[in-house]
């Protein structure tokens, strides 16, 4: 028997909020990406079970613009921590706030 | 047997995740999620889409993560003292991720779905007959912007000369 969409999409919807927190309550900066990374790969997977419960492929299309999208979105974000680093000798991001008023 | 497989990688699945984000090893965190995302592309192989589980452990396993296990090597951070989130922050984040999380359960366990209709097998020669017919300007537009990506992350990480 094939997997019902209801409990694909419950998974996604456990990994998204996993990963909301690794956003919300880490203050490594690395920790935060990696928040960001598990997020887009729950909306990755509902985007699947969506494109098997219609019986079309454009589901399964988006899901390989999302992974091309992310694999940039991970290297200038990598690049801007390591850049962040080199000025502040941290990636905290509590302490990112020279842009406050 | 489909169920099974399915049940397993998704607990894995969940408790990799947790890990991922909860633990305080930044390399901890990287390797839990590169399990993670094996899982998933189990959920992917099992969902009809054998190119995306393709695609998920060539590009997620294989490159993103290795990208950020090399980062956390280069920058060699000292493990941060003080990466205890603020009373507010902590009130805040967990009052939202019960809420996305519980919520989007509960949505998915009760809105009854549509119909299945018959299932499209997403072969990679489907999907790239998708991708150089329909989608053949957003599948052009994706290289500019990884060619972008590329030089921009380049010239950020660049030293003064």
Same mark, same amino acid.
């Given at each position: 028997m094939s997997v019902p969409t209801t409990h694909i999409v419950t998974l996604a919807a456990l990994l998204f909020a996993v990963g909301a927190g690794g956003v919300l309550l880490r203050r490594s900066g690395i920790s935060v990406l990696l928040g960001i990374e598990l997020m887009l790969n729950a909306v990755n997977l509902t985007l699947v079970a969506f494109a098997r419960q219609h019986g079309h492929l454009d589901g399964q299309v988006f899901v390989f613009f999302i992974m091309a999208v992310a694999a940039a979105e991970v290297a200038v974000g990598l690049a801007l921590l390591v850049a962040i680093f080199r000025h502040q000798q941290s990636i905290d991001v509590d302490r990112l706030n020279i842009l406050r008023w | 047997m489909e169920l099974a497989v399915f049940y397993v990688a998704a607990v894995v699945a969940v408790a990799t995740g947790v890990l991922a984000v909860a633990h305080r090893n930044p390399v901890v965190n990287v390797m839990s999620l590169v399990v993670t995302f094996f899982c998933v592309a189990v959920?992917?192989?099992?969902?009809? #889409?054998?190119?995306?589980?393709?695609?998920?452990?060539l590009v997620y396993a294989g490159a993103i993560l290795v990208l950020f296990l090399f980062v956390?090597?280069?920058l060699n951070a000292p493990l941060p003292t003080t990466d205890q989130p603020r009373k507010a922050q902590r009130?805040?984040?967990? !009052?939202?991720? !019960?809420?996305?999380?519980?919520?989007?359960? #509960?949505?998915?366990?009760?809105?009854?779905p549509a119909p299945r209709a018959p299932? #499209?097998?997403?072969?990679?020669?489907?999907i790239g007959r998708?991708?150089?017919?329909?989608?053949?300007?957003?599948?052009?537009?994706?290289?500019?912007?990884?060619?972008? !990506?590329?030089?921009? !992350?380049?010239?950020?990480?660049k030293r003064k000369a």
């Open positions: - | 959920c992917y192989a099992l969902l009809a #889409a054998p190119f995306l589980a393709a695609a998920q452990i956390v090597m280069l009130i805040v984040g967990a !009052a939202a991720v !019960a809420l996305v999380g519980l919520g989007g359960a #509960a949505l998915a366990l009760l809105v009854a299932v #499209a097998e997403g072969t990679a020669a489907a998708l991708l150089v017919g329909p989608h053949l300007f957003a599948f052009e537009l994706v290289s500019v912007l990884l060619l972008a !990506a590329l030089v921009g !992350a380049m010239v950020l990480v």
